[in-house]
């Protein structure tokens, strides 16, 4: 859960989320990906500096910014510039 989208360039994107104590052994475990998907399937466009969930995610002129979030062990990440990919 937690992981957010937007649009830009024609395309959905999603990132981040974490996952609470699931599966065998059930494990957290916070993501890093950057997808995308373009109409016919997803795939993975790039990966944060750092794993997070709670980040604000934004499309604009052709790139995809995220901000803020809170990394696995619950500290903050990305409190400078936002991670930025141009598509």
């Known amino acids: 859960h937690d992981i957010y989208a ?3 360039g024609g395309r959905v994107f999603v990132t981040g989320g974490v996952t609470h104590h699931r599966g065998l052994p059930a494990v957290r475990h916070t993501f890093s990906e ?3 998907y373009d109409g016919e399937g997803w795939s993975t466009v790039a990966h944060m500096p750092e794993a997070c969930c709670y980040s604000a995610m934004a499309g604009l002129n052709d790139e995809v910014y995220v901000v803020g979030g809170s ?3 619950g500290t903050r ?3 400078g510039a936002p991670f930025r990919v141009s598509l």
């Open 6 to 8: 937007c649009e830009a």
């Open 34 to 36: 950057l997808l995308a």
């Open 71 to 73: 990394a696995p062990a």
């Open 77 to 79: 990440v990305h409190s």
